[in-house]
């Protein structure tokens, strides 16, 4: 069974960093580009970030550029996003997904960003 | 940045037809993708390139395009399609992904 599983996540305060990380299995996960995608509770989705299938070109939303790393390992099948200079508006809950019309979200994981 | 837009609400009967509209410049030339999310659920794609169903979807789903604007059409609507539904496209280079703000579809 397809799945990606989400770890990291946390309260954070402004100014510091945060790693979240994504793991696939059940699928060849070198093959899809990935993605990481944020909705602030009660609020809609927003894209944030993405990555190529070989991690050689990576996309970023214009508020996290140069805050916000997106990186893979395809030897183990993970996803990583490095988030810099965290600010309140981050908060969110975070996932990672394929999103390509073979679609698999993670969990979610929630980032809250206070002092 | 690019926008797509989605009307915020949408109410139906059950076993009535819903109509969700997504409307952004790129989606002449780009594919509309539409996601449907549950309280508490990640989202779960329900239509994919304008108009394909991934497997598993019920076939009361299905998708149709426009000149700039896509289309969710849920044929038959029951109870547990009540969910926000968003969609979602790239700009007209594809190096920036998009969301429309969601549609609250109440049943």
């Known amino acids: 069974q397809a799945q990606l599983v989400q770890s990291g996540g946390g309260v954070v305060r402004p100014g510091r960093s945060l790693r979240l990380s994504c793991t696939g299995s059940?699928?060849?996960?070198?093959?899809?580009?990935m993605h990481w995608v944020r909705q602030v509770p009660g609020k809609g989705l927003e894209w944030v970030a993405a990555i190529s299938y070989d991690g050689r070109d990576t996309y970023y939303e214009d508020s996290v550029k140069g805050r916000f790393t997106i990186s893979r390992d395809n030897s183990k099948s993970t996803v990583d996003l490095q988030m810099s200079s965290l600010r309140p508006e981050d908060t969110a809950v975070y996932y990672c997904a394929t999103m390509t019309t073979v679609d698999y979200w993670g969990q979610g994981t929630l980032v809250t960003v206070s002092s | 940045s690019y926008q797509l837009t989605q009307p915020p609400s949408v109410s139906v009967s059950p076993g009535q037809t819903a109509r969700i509209t997504c409307s952004g410049d790129?989606?002449?030339?780009?594919?509309g993708y539409w996601y449907q999310q549950k309280p508490g659920q990640a989202p779960v794609l329900v239509i994919s390139k304008d108009n394909e169903r991934p497997s598993g979807i019920s076939e009361r789903f299905s998708g149709s395009s426009s000149g700039t604007t896509v289309t969710l059409t849920i044929s038959g609507v029951q109870a547990e399609d009540e969910a926000d539904y968003y969609c979602?496209?790239?700009?007209?280079?594809?190096?920036?992904?998009?969301f429309g703000g969601g549609t609250k579809l109440t049943v």
């Open positions: 059940g699928f060849t996960f070198g093959d899809f580009g």
């Open positions: 979602q496209s790239t700009d007209s280079v594809g190096t920036s992904w998009v």
């Open positions: 790129s989606l002449a030339k780009k594919y």
